[in-house]
């Protein structure tokens, strides 16, 4: 199963992009429609809010009176407070059982307004943005929902900006144009991203990247968005979590792949990780059990190895291919990976030697299958790092 955030300002088309995810087979719960249904007349979310209310929240007929509600119940943070002291649980519990209805296959959508001010993006597998100008979204607002253009501003002014919504987005879909555009980009987006996503995830596979060297100034955002994920899975079992290798270095060509270090305590709590990084989109790679040991050399007795252990999972979504490295806390690899990422920010001409080493890389693994691909790629790569490791490590403690 695969969780999808979708969100968006008032006015950007959200409902268009969530009914076209259903058409194409999604599993689309609704935030707002579980908010209304926990407080349905006869329920015993109902009856709580009357209860620390009122029953002058009640419109005639017994159903939930809305305006009169919001009139006591935002008028402080304490009455604001007790709302979502009630309301929150429910419909938590009612997205869960939801969720749980859903087939084990399902690419499950959760349309989520507030998904962003309320920073729920790390639950989500992915999160989809879809966006418009302010000036079109005013437009429909007033001319297709019947809201007045002064209360429109205020309620879009009151909701997190673009900027934050795009420091969030995993996908941002881009709805300035007709329906039927918006409607052309969710479908690529099944088909490309969303689909094998899922499969990835309940086959266990690793998202693959091609052994050719490019630039993205979002591997940064890419990353913190991939660690609030982690962060999560993991809680107190990570120590830290970094951003490290090529991708961490800012304008140095790399392969379009993320690197991030999860520092444990030991690697029983690593393996304690698998089944919660599984789950959260990050299979385990079973065959990886250490680095490369620097300087490489034979290791009869695998007493290199033991010292070099570590775990690999990797990102399942196609979109973003991710290497998650778990090592022990102050081990030779998990030292050397966040010193070697900080002697290469700090040095231009290591920068240039490595991306020297690192093109010639790319030329031994071109026109390669991906095994293959790999195994030129890193026969090129390893013996500059052998080199390197006594510098590195001697830069370091000169710095500490």
């Given at each position: 199963m695969l969780r999808i955030g979708l969100t968006g300002g008032m006015g950007a088309g959200k409902s268009t992009v969530a009914r076209t995810l259903v058409e194409?087979?999604?599993?689309?719960?609704?935030?707002?429609?579980?908010?209304?249904?926990?407080?349905?007349?006869?329920?015993?979310?109902?009856?709580?809010?009357?209860?620390?209310?009122?029953?002058?929240?009640?419109?005639?007929?017994?159903?939930?009176?809305?305006?009169?509600?919001?009139?006591?119940?935002?008028?402080?943070?304490?009455?604001?407070?007790?709302?979502?002291?009630?309301?929150?649980?429910?419909?938590?519990?009612?997205?869960?059982?939801?969720?749980?209805?859903a087939p084990v296959d399902a690419v499950v959508v959760q349309d989520i307004p507030l998904l962003v001010e309320n920073g729920l993006a790390p639950l989500m597998q992915l999160v989809v943005v879809v966006g418009a100008e302010e000036q079109i979204r005013l437009r429909r607002l007033?001319?297709?929902?019947?809201?007045?253009?002064?209360?429109?501003?205020?309620?879009?002014?009151?909701?997190?900006?673009?900027?934050?919504?795009?420091?969030?987005?995993?996908?941002?879909?881009?709805?300035?144009?007709?329906?039927?555009?918006?409607?052309?980009?969710?479908?690529?987006?099944?088909?490309?991203?969303?689909?094998?996503?899922?499969r990835n995830q309940r086959e266990g596979v690793r998202a693959r990247a091609a052994y050719r060297l490019v630039t993205d100034p979002e591997w940064d955002m890419q990353a913190r968005r991939i660690?609030?994920?982690?962060?999560?899975?993991?809680?107190?079992?990570?120590?830290?979590?970094?951003?490290?290798?090529?991708?961490?270095?800012?304008?140095?060509?790399?392969?379009?792949?993320?690197?991030?270090?999860?520092t444990v305590a030991d690697l029983a709590t690593a393996d304690s990780l698998t089944d919660a990084l599984t789950t959260a989109g990050f299979p385990r790679a079973p065959e990886v059990t250490h680095d490369n040991p620097k300087p490489s050399r034979d290791d009869p007795d695998g007493s290199d190895l033991a010292l070099w252990g570590k775990r690999l999972h990797g990102n399942a979504d196609p979109g973003r291919p991710a290497n998650i490295h778990l090592r022990v806390q102050n081990s030779p690899g998990q030292r050397f990976a966040l010193d070697l990422r900080d002697w290469l920010r700090a040095s231009e001409s290591a920068r240039s030697e490595y991306l020297a080493v690192k093109r010639g890389a790319e030329l031994a693994a071109a026109d390669l299958a991906d095994d293959a691909a790999g195994d030129a790629y890193y026969v090129v790569k390893e013996?500059?790092?052998?080199?390197?490791?006594?510098?590195?490590?001697?830069?370091?403690s000169a710095r500490a």
């Amino acid at each position: 199963m695969l969780r999808i955030g979708l969100t968006g300002g008032m006015g950007a088309g959200k409902s268009t992009v969530a009914r076209t995810l259903v058409e194409l087979g999604a599993v689309l719960i609704d935030s707002d429609a579980i908010a209304r249904e926990v407080v349905a007349p006869g329920t015993p979310g109902l009856a709580a809010l009357v209860e620390e209310f009122g029953a002058g929240i009640l419109s005639p007929d017994g159903s939930l009176d809305r305006p009169a509600l919001a009139a006591v119940a935002f008028a402080d943070d304490v009455s604001r407070g007790k709302l979502n002291a009630i309301t929150h649980p429910l419909v938590g519990a009612r997205t869960a059982e939801l969720i749980g209805d859903a087939p084990v296959d399902a690419v499950v959508v959760q349309d989520i307004p507030l998904l962003v001010e309320n920073g729920l993006a790390p639950l989500m597998q992915l999160v989809v943005v879809v966006g418009a100008e302010e000036q079109i979204r005013l437009r429909r607002l007033v001319e297709h929902r019947g809201v007045a253009e002064a209360d429109a501003r205020v309620r879009i002014a009151a909701q997190a900006t673009d900027e934050q919504r795009r420091a969030v987005a995993d996908i941002w879909l881009d709805n300035n144009g007709a329906p039927e555009m918006v409607e052309a980009q969710v479908r690529e987006l099944w088909a490309r991203r969303l689909v094998p996503f899922e499969r990835n995830q309940r086959e266990g596979v690793r998202a693959r990247a091609a052994y050719r060297l490019v630039t993205d100034p979002e591997w940064d955002m890419q990353a913190r968005r991939i660690i609030a994920r982690l962060h999560l899975a993991c809680g107190a079992s990570a120590v830290r979590i970094d951003h490290v290798g090529s991708t961490a270095v800012h304008g140095l060509p790399a392969k379009d792949i993320i690197d991030i270090q999860v520092t444990v305590a030991d690697l029983a709590t690593a393996d304690s990780l698998t089944d919660a990084l599984t789950t959260a989109g990050f299979p385990r790679a079973p065959e990886v059990t250490h680095d490369n040991p620097k300087p490489s050399r034979d290791d009869p007795d695998g007493s290199d190895l033991a010292l070099w252990g570590k775990r690999l999972h990797g990102n399942a979504d196609p979109g973003r291919p991710a290497n998650i490295h778990l090592r022990v806390q102050n081990s030779p690899g998990q030292r050397f990976a966040l010193d070697l990422r900080d002697w290469l920010r700090a040095s231009e001409s290591a920068r240039s030697e490595y991306l020297a080493v690192k093109r010639g890389a790319e030329l031994a693994a071109a026109d390669l299958a991906d095994d293959a691909a790999g195994d030129a790629y890193y026969v090129v790569k390893e013996p500059w790092f052998d080199a390197v490791y006594p510098v590195v490590t001697e830069w370091a403690s000169a710095r500490a």
